[in-house]
């Protein structure tokens, strides 16, 4: 049940301290967007709606983050209405940034994206029989998914939501799939690819109920 092929060992360290040491939790959702966007320019409407974090704080950590150098400005043409071009403001993450590789080693690092409440987040979702992460969460950039999960009935508004927090905390959205449990066994008796991916690369279980087996058969 333990995470194949990866380290177990981990020490997690709290939203809380991050958000002590880098000065807010806004200032923490704001940069891990930045650094796992890294190619990305962002406007100030897109920081908002990607972070969760209100206007006023995002413009103040923007220009916070603008004035250390983590991130620059850029100004690119955006098509508008009618086609009209214009020029609008952007942020993009600084690659020359003196502590770049420091910073994303401490808040891109897996062992403190899985946290310890990821679980019982997803409970409020429904009867979960099987969670699966990879990804982002263990830092496997091959993977197919970053959540998979099998259950039935589940709420998939307040799935949905509990994505949304998720993607706004870590910084990337997520690629998860979810399904029911005939569904589930069905792919996996007929060798389905992405089940069969997710479960044959490097993965850890966070909620299993031993009523389903993840066990491949090999042909």
């Known amino acids: 049940m333990g995470l194949k092929g990866f380290e177990t060992w981990r020490i997690i360290v709290p939203m809380e301290t991050l958000a002590k040491l880098f000065g807010g939790q806004p ?7 930045f650094l796992l966007n890294n190619e990305h320019n962002f406007e100030l ?4 709606s990607r972070s969760r974090v209100m206007k006023n704080n995002a413009r103040k950590e923007i220009n916070a983050l603008s004035a250390m150098n983590f991130i620059k400005q850029k100004t690119i043409i955006k098509e508008g209405y009618r086609g009209n071009k214009k020029k609008v403001s952007a942020w993009a993450l600084n690659h020359d940034f003196q502590y770049l ?6 808040l891109v690092d897996p062992s403190l994206l899985l946290q310890e409440d990821l679980p019982q987040r997803f409970k409020q979702v429904g009867k979960i ?4 992460v ?4 263990i830092g496997n950039s091959k993977s197919r998914a970053d959540v998979m999960i099998v259950g039935d009935k589940l709420k998939k508004n307040v799935l949905q939501q509990v994505v ?4 706004a905390e870590i910084g990337k959205e997520l690629d998860y799939v979810v399904f029911d449990t005939e569904e589930f066994k069905y792919r996996l008796d007929m060798y389905d690819k992405l089940v069969c991916d997710i479960i044959d690369l490097p993965h850890e279980k966070l909620i299993d109920n031993g ?3 993840t066990y491949i058969s090999k042909k």
């Open 27 to 33: 200032r923490v959702r704001i940069m891990r967007l």
């Open 45 to 48: 409407e897109e920081v908002i």
């Open 101 to 106: 590789q420091s910073v994303r080693d401490i």
């Open 129 to 132: 029989k099987l969670m699966i």
């Open 134 to 137: 990879s990804g982002v969460f």
């Open 164 to 167: 949304k927090g998720l993607e």
């Open 211 to 213: 009523q389903l087996s």
